[in-house]
């Protein structure tokens, strides 16, 4: 059944971490199809997809022009061809999780708007910082309706063009781990130590992957 439903929409290169599959797993079941833009990843970034999202998922591999400034911008319009206008879309990184209900966001499409700005949340060191530089922050058309007009521009600082009416919304947040990714890192050993140490239980290995993620690991000064 597909009311409700929505595509989501991804550009990625060697992505083959934690959030990514987060994301994947979060948007799935609302999901008509995810898109994901491949810049050539070398690691395992489109087996990830596969795994996760099955039929649903519409791989495009195409290399990211890098010494673009407007990389970004074409990379996003190539996600836009594969959507049928009037269908709705939301726009996620790799290192982006959006709350668990994204039925708020099903709600939105009887509205009487053509874009959403969504609500963000910013993690910065760890996952016991967030980003107060603004008291809330809004990332501009990250849920809209697709028209014929839709179109990313291709230059640094690209945000949709071709939407109608546009409004903010906090029914949802998305919760951006770009500044916190050492927390993919410690993912990794957590796993590493579940699968080789012979010294470390799992309870103690989750401990220790929970106090680094809270900020709460027992830390002195090294330099006053």
Same mark, same amino acid.
């Given at each position: 059944?597909?009311?409700?439903?929505?595509?989501?929409?991804?550009?990625?290169?060697?992505?083959e971490?934690?959030l990514?599959?987060?994301?994947?797993?979060?948007?799935?079941?609302?999901?008509?199809?995810?898109i994901?833009? #491949?810049?050539?990843?070398?690691?395992?970034?489109?087996?990830?997809?596969?795994?996760?999202?099955?039929?649903?998922?519409? @791989?495009?591999?195409?290399?990211?022009?890098?010494?673009l400034?407007?990389?970004?911008? @074409?990379?996003?319009?190539?996600?836009?061809?594969?959507?049928?206008?009037?269908?709705?879309?939301?726009?996620?990184?790799? #290192?982006?999780?959006?709350?668990?209900?994204?039925?708020?966001?099903?709600?939105?499409?009887?509205?009487p708007?053509?874009?959403?700005?969504?609500?963000?949340?910013?993690?910065?060191?760890?996952?016991?910082?967030?980003d107060?530089?603004?008291?809330?922050h809004?990332?501009?058309?990250?849920?809209?309706?697709?028209?014929?007009?839709?179109?990313?521009?291709e230059?640094?600082?690209?945000?949709?063009?071709g939407?109608?009416?546009?409004?903010?919304t906090?029914?949802?947040?998305?919760?951006?781990?770009?500044?916190?990714?050492?927390?993919?890192?410690?993912?990794?050993?957590?796993?590493?130590?579940?699968?080789?140490?012979?010294?470390h239980?799992?309870?103690?290995?989750?401990?220790?992957?929970?106090?680094?993620?809270?900020?709460?690991?027992?830390?002195?000064?090294?330099?006053?």
């Amino acid at each position: 059944m597909s009311e409700g439903m929505f595509y989501v929409c991804y550009i990625a290169e060697n992505e083959e971490h934690i959030l990514f599959e987060s994301s994947l797993r979060t948007i799935l079941p609302y999901a008509k199809k995810v898109i994901v833009i #491949d810049g050539k990843s070398s690691d395992s970034t489109v087996e990830l997809v596969e795994k996760v999202c099955g039929s649903k998922a519409i @791989i495009v591999s195409s290399p990211y022009p890098h010494s673009l400034k407007g990389a970004d911008g @074409i990379q996003r319009n190539k996600y836009l061809k594969h959507v049928p206008d009037g269908e709705w879309v939301l726009v996620l990184d790799p #290192d982006e999780v959006p709350d668990d209900d994204l039925s708020k966001l099903s709600s939105l499409m009887s509205s009487p708007y053509d874009g959403f700005n969504l609500r963000m949340e910013h993690f910065y060191y760890n996952l016991s910082k967030l980003d107060n530089s603004i008291p809330e922050h809004f990332v501009p058309l990250r849920f809209f309706k697709k028209s014929e007009a839709s179109e990313y521009p291709e230059t640094e600082h690209n945000v949709l063009t071709g939407c109608g009416s546009i409004a903010n919304t906090n029914a949802v947040t998305v919760w951006h781990f770009g500044d916190a990714k050492i927390v993919t890192q410690w993912y990794k050993k957590y796993r590493n130590n579940l699968l080789k140490s012979n010294i470390h239980n799992k309870e103690q290995v989750e401990q220790w992957l929970m106090l680094r993620i809270t900020g709460k690991y027992p830390l002195k000064e090294f330099l006053d």
